[in-house]
C-alpha cells in the first residue's frame, strides 16, 4: 500500500479516483430522479469524439472532450424539451455519431492504435498527467459548489416538473445546468474510469443507496460513500491485479450495490417481523384528535382505547398497552411488547 | 396564520375595480395546439371563495385549471391574477397548486418534510437556502393536513389519501393567495376521503381562497360558496350552491345534450352567470 502510494503516477489516479468518486453519485443521483440514467453514457459516446479531435489536433484531449461533452449536453437538453416524439431518436444520432466519429478520427492521429482506444474507454491508472489533474480539481470543485448550491431546485424540478413550472422555479435553465454537470463529471472521469463505464460510477452508487435510505439527503450521502469506496477502492485494486481501472471500480461498485441489496431484503424480513399494525384504524391521530399523547423515545403514541398507536409508514403500529410504557422506552418506532393485542385495534 | 390574507399590498393595490380579484377570465380560450379544448370562458373568482369546478372526465376542467397556471396556451380573451395580466405575475407562487397525482414519484427517496420543503423554494430567491422561519412554516404545512408525525417518513410509504395531503402541504408552505387543486379526492378511499375533507374544512376556516377542480362534489359539497359546472368545454353553470341544487337537472340536462351545444353558447338564460361575474367594467389588462 504504502509503496503504491510513492508511485507518482499512483497517486495522480487515486486523487482523480477520490475527486470521481464523490462528484459522479452527487450528479447522478438526480439523473435517476429524472430516469435519466442513461444519458451520461450518451455524453461519454459523444465526449470520445472530442478526445479524438484532440488528439489529431495536438490539443489536450481533456479540454476538446470537455467542450463536446457541454456542447451535447446543451443540445440534448434543448430537444428533450421540444418534446418532439422523435427526440429519443435524436439522442440516439448524436450518441452513436459521436462514438463513430472518435473511433474513426481516432484511427488518424498518431496515437491511434487499439490499446490507446481502450484505455479512453475503459480508463487506466497510466493516463491522468498532472495537468489533467489540475483541471480535474477545478472542475470537480466547480461541480461539487454547483450541485450543492443548486440542490433544493434541482430536486424540486426533477420531482415534480410540472409544479416547478407552475410556480415559477426556472425549470428549463435549471435542467441545462444538470445536463452540463453531467458532462463536466464525464470528462473528470474520463481517464480513470474510461468514457463508456463512467455513467456506471453516477448511477450504481445511487441504486445501491435507495435499498436503504430513508430521505433524499440520507441517499445522497451513502451513495457519495459507495461511489468513493469504489473508485478508490478500483484504483488500488488495479494496480496489483493488473486491470483496466474503469472496469475494477464498476465491479466494485456493482458488488456494493449487490451486498446492499442482500443486506436490505434480509432488513426487511426481520423488521416486518417484529412489526404489530393497529389492523382497522381509518381515524387520523393529530393534536386536536382527543387522545392521550405520550412522547416515546423519538415519536409520539397516542392512547386508543388502551392502545398505544403510533404513526408508521401508511398504518399505526401497536406499540402496547399504556401499562407497558414505562419497562417500553426503546426508540424503535416498529418495537412491540405487546403481541396478543395486534387484532384488536378499534375504531373511534 | 399559515396562508397570508393579504401579503402582498404593491400587486393589489394595481387593480382598478377593487383589490379582492384573484383571478379574472374574460371569453379565454385554452388549449394545446391549434384545437382549443376550453373557449370562452368567463369567471372571476374573489378572495375567500371557495368554487368548485365540476364536470365529467374531458369536459375540459383540467384545461381550463392549467390555463390559470399557464401550463398551457391561451389562444383568446384574457388572464387576470390579482390584478396584473397572467404573463406578466412575476411571483407566480401566490398560485398554490395540488396537481392530481395517484403517487408522487418514487424514483428516489424523499421524505415527506422533503417534498413540502420544495414549496418554500419559491420563496426564497435563486439561490437561498431554508432557515428557521421557513422550516416552521413547512412543519406547520405538515401540521395543518394532519402530517406533523409523519415528516420523516418516506413518502412513497404513504397511503394515497396522505400522498394527496402531502401535496397541499407543498403548495401551502409558499403561502400562497389562493389553492388551486386539481381531483383532490379521486381515488381516494372513504376514510381518507373524510379526512381529506377536514383539512379543507381548516383550510376554510383559516380563508384560504379555494378553486377545486373535481369531477364529484362528494364530501366537498358543504364548504363551497360556489359552483362552477364546465362541459364540452364551455362554462354552463356558475353560481351559489343553493341554485346549483335548484337548478341541477335543467343543468345536466344540457350538458348530457350534445346537440344543443350551438344554441347554449350565446344564451345567458342556459348558462346560469353567478352574481359576480355579470359586473364587468370593461378594463382590458
Known amino acids: 500500500m504504502t509503496e503504491m502510494l510513492s508511485i507518482d503516477f499512483m497517486q ?14 452527487m450528479v447522478g443521483i438526480f439523473l435517476v430522479q429524472r430516469r435519466l440514467s442513461l444519458i451520461g453514457d450518451g455524453m461519454g459516446h459523444v465526449a470520445l469524439a472530442g478526445v479524438a479531435i484532440g488528439l489529431v489536433a495536438g490539443v489536450a484531449p481533456v479540454w476538446t472532450a470537455l467542450v463536446a461533452a457541454v456542447a451535447a449536453a446543451v443540445v440534448i437538453e434543448l430537444l428533450r424539451t421540444r418534446g418532439r416524439t422523435n427526440g429519443d431518436v435524436a439522442l440516439a444520432v448524436i450518441f452513436y455519431g459521436g462514438i463513430a466519429a472518435g473511433v474513426v478520427i481516432i484511427s488518424k492521429s498518431p496515437d491511434g492504435t487499439p490499446a490507446n482506444l481502450m484505455k479512453y474507454l475503459f480508463g487506466s491508472i497510466l493516463t491522468t498527467t498532472s495537468s489533467d489533474l489540475y483541471l480535474f480539481a477545478g472542475l470537480a470543485v466547480l461541480i461539487a459548489a454547483t450541485t450543492w448550491a443548486l440542490r433544493p431546485r434541482l430536486f424540486a424540478v426533477a420531482n415534480d416538473e410540472e409544479y416547478a ?14 445536463a452540463v454537470l453531467t458532462a463536466t463529471t464525464v470528462v473528470v472521469a474520463m481517464r480513470v474510469v474510461g468514457l463508456l463505464l463512467i455513467s456506471a460510477l453516477m448511477i450504481v452508487p445511487n441504486a445501491a443507496s435507495q435499498l436503504i435510505a430513508r430521505s433524499f439527503s440520507g441517499a445522497l450521502r451513502w451513495a457519495i460513500a459507495f461511489g468513493l469506496v469504489s473508485s478508490v477502492g478500483g484504483v488500488a485494486l488495479s494496480y496489483p491485479l493488473n486491470t483496466p481501472s474503469g472496469g475494477t471500480i464498476v465491479l466494485l461498485a456493482v458488488g456494493l450495490f449487490i451486498i446492499t441489496a442482500v443486506f ?43 392502545h398505544l398507536h403510533a404513526a408508521h409508514e401508511s398504518h399505526y403500529d401497536e406499540h402496547g398497552h399504556d401499562t407497558a410504557l414505562h419497562d417500553h422506552q426503546g426508540a424503535d418506532a416498529a418495537s412491540t411488547t405487546n403481541a396478543t393485542n395486534a387484532t384488536t385495534g378499534t375504531t373511534r | 396564520m399559515l396562508v397570508s390574507a393579504d401579503r ?65 396556451e391561451r389562444t383568446e380573451g384574457t388572464l387576470t391574477l390579482f390584478g396584473v395580466p397572467g404573463d406578466e405575475l412575476r411571483d407566480r407562487a401566490r398560485l398554490g397548486y395540488v396537481p392530481q397525482r395517484h403517487t408522487l414519484s418514487t424514483s428516489v427517496r424523499a421524505t415527506a418534510e422533503e417534498i413540502v420543503a420544495t414549496g418554500r423554494l419559491p420563496r426564497l430567491g435563486w439561490l437561498g437556502r431554508l432557515r428557521a422561519t421557513d422550516r416552521q412554516i413547512v412543519a406547520r404545512s405538515l401540521d395543518v393536513v394532519g402530517l406533523a408525525d409523519r415528516a420523516a417518513t418516506e413518502v412513497s410509504t404513504l397511503s394515497g389519501g396522505q400522498q394527496r395531503r402531502v401535496l397541499i402541504a407543498r403548495a401551502l408552505a409558499a403561502q400562497p ?109
Open chain 1, 264 to 306: 436490505a431484503t434480509l432488513r426487511t424480513h426481520v423488521a416486518r417481523r417484529r412489526h404489530d399494525v393497529a389492523e382497522v384504524h381509518p381515524h387520523e391521530h393529530g393534536v386536536e384528535c382527543g387522545h392521550e399523547a405520550i412522547p416515546h423515545g423519538d415519536h409520539i403514541d397516542y392512547v386508543h382505547d388502551g
Open chain 2, 8 to 72: 402582498s399590498p404593491l400587486d393589489t393595490g394595481s387593480s382598478a375595480d377593487g383589490s379582492d380579484v384573484v383571478i379574472d377570465l374574460r371569453r379565454a380560450s385554452f388549449g394545446y395546439g391549434e384545437r382549443p379544448t376550453v373557449t370562452d370562458a368567463t369567471l372571476t373568482v374573489r378572495r375567500g371563495e371557495i368554487v368548485a369546478v365540476v364536470g365529467p372526465n374531458g369536459s375540459g376542467k383540467s384545461t381550463l385549471m392549467k390555463g390559470i397556471l399557464g401550463l398551457n
Open chain 1, 165 to 178: 413550472r407552475a410556480v415559477g422555479i426556472p425549470v428549463l435553465p435549471l435542467n441545462i445546468v444538470l
Open chain 1, 12 to 25: 495522480r489516479a487515486l486523487i482523480a479516483a477520490l475527486l470521481v468518486g464523490t462528484v459522479a453519485p
Open chain 2, 177 to 285: 393567495d389562493v389553492l388551486i387543486m386539481d381531483e383532490p379526492t379521486a381515488g381516494v378511499d372513504a376514510a381518507n376521503q373524510h379526512v381529506l375533507a377536514e383539512v379543507l374544512e381548516r383550510l376554510v376556516e383559516r380563508a384560504v381562497t379555494m378553486v377545486i377542480v373535481t369531477h364529484e362534489l362528494g364530501a366537498l359539497e358543504r364548504l363551497l360558496t360556489r359552483i362552477v359546472v364546465i362541459d364540452g368545454g364551455r362554462i354552463r353553470f356558475d353560481g351559489t350552491p343553493e341554485r346549483y341544487s335548484a337548478q341541477r337537472h335543467i343543468v345536466h340536462h344540457d350538458h348530457d345534450s350534445h346537440h344543443h351545444d350551438d344554441e347554449l353558447h350565446p344564451q345567458p338564460s342556459s348558462v346560469t352567470l353567478g352574481p359576480l361575474v355579470v359586473r364587468h367594467d370593461g378594463r382590458r389588462p
